[in-house]
């Protein structure tokens, strides 16, 4: 059965609950189309300690304060997924799940949305499927050869897993600090970076960090000179649980390892560490393989846009995936702008 909504979205994360919010609102007929079983999207999946940068106030979506979580200034995952469900519903989103989307395709005046459920035509999409789902590793020589565990930063889930092991933490920005803090205690743990942690000042939060990614956007936009956003601040949050480590003296950092050896790795010097698992906490990349058929990337792997508009196809709108689809879009806070824009830029399309 194929249906005809005027527009689809794929993903039903924080990104496509605030482009469904405000779709609703002026009044347009609309899908989203989420892989996963259950609401809260990548939420869902983080490691037991996470908590957000800001607090409850300043990590909201559109139309709906996120309540405060008793007993923490900064919420909690769990919190969260709780917050994006109550949303999903308190708005009567339409959420279809699970639907895994395998391609967007022009089809005449139409984009045809193929999926594992069955095909969608619509007059516009919007992507906000984000980065949880295509973690990155870099290519370290000897990455293969080690016989530890290894993983990625969406496969840990806490410190219980690794109780009296020798666990290295591969990575410098919040989520290597966080797990890094999380390990610290019962762990022989050994964190690197490629250069000296960063943290950012005690009293910056998320707040600060939207408003230094704003105002980043609004110069270059404006011709101005580039303030540096974010990254001229520092790398890392020092949320309550990093700061205690750090403090502590637990948080000590080493420079990048040059290789990786069968019982660990090694440094240019020649000095080793041995380890029984690694945790790569190494970022993540656009998760877009379902636009490929799109031909629109271009040599770096991004998709050229104009706001949140692909230059190359006028009908799609990317949402969430880092700073290069609107300030801060891939945070709670951040994302509501980027998403009513997208949604007035489909409804001016549409009429």
């Known amino acids: ?35 996963g079983t259950t609401a ?5 999946h983080m490691w037991d300690s996470l908590h957000l940068f800001s607090p409850a106030a300043h990590s909201s979506l559109p139309g709906r304060l996120m309540p405060t979580q008793a007993g923490q200034e900064y919420p909690d995952a769990q919190h969260v997924v709780e917050y994006l469900t109550d949303y999903e519903k308190r708005y009567g989103l339409p959420v279809e799940r699970p639907v895994r989307v395998l391609g967007v395709h022009r089809d005449g005046q139409l984009l045809r949305v193929e999926t594992d459920s069955g095909t969608w035509h619509a007059r516009a999409v919007i ?29 840990y889930r806490g410190p219980r897993d690794f109780a009296g092991r020798r666990v290295i933490v591969v990575g410098g920005g919040n989520s290597g600090a966080q797990i890094a803090a999380d390990l610290a205690r019962d762990t022989e743990l050994t964190w690197v970076t490629r250069r000296p942690p960063r943290y950012l000042s005690d009293d910056i939060d998320g707040r600060a960090l939207f408003d230094a990614a704003t105002a980043r956007r609004r110069a ?33 950092a080493n420079p990048m390892f040059s290789h990786l050896v ?24 656009p998760a877009l393989s379902h636009l490929a058929p799109l031909q629109l990337r271009g040599t770096r792997g991004h998709i050229a846009i104009d706001g949140t508009r692909a230059v190359g196809e006028p009908r799609l709108h990317l949402l969430g995936h880092g700073d290069w689809t609107g300030p801060a879009s ?12 997208a949604a007035r830029g489909i409804a001016e399309l549409l009429t």
């Open 40 to 44: 809260g999207g990548a939420w869902q």
């Open 127 to 155: 992507s906000a499927t984000g980065t949880w789902w295509r973690p990155f590793i870099p290519a370290v020589p000897g990455r293969e050869v080690f016989g530890g565990r290894r993983l990625h930063t969406v496969e």
């Open 1 to 35: 059965m194929t249906r005809t909504p005027q527009v689809v979205v794929i993903g039903g994360g924080q990104s496509g609950l605030a482009a469904g919010y405000h779709l609703r609102r002026l009044g347009l007929d609309f899908v989203v189309l989420d892989a």
């Open 220 to 252: 270059l936009d404006e011709g101005r000179t580039d303030t540096g956003g974010v990254a001229s601040l520092g790398d890392i949050v020092a949320v309550p649980a990093v700061r205690e480590a750090r403090d502590r003296g637990l948080l000590a």
């Open 262 to 285: 069968p019982g660990g790795v090694v440094w240019p010097d020649g000095t080793r560490a041995e380890a029984d698992a690694i945790i790569w906490c190494t970022g993540f990349r």
């Open 330 to 341: 891939a945070t709670l806070i951040g994302v509501g702008r980027p998403a009513r824009d």
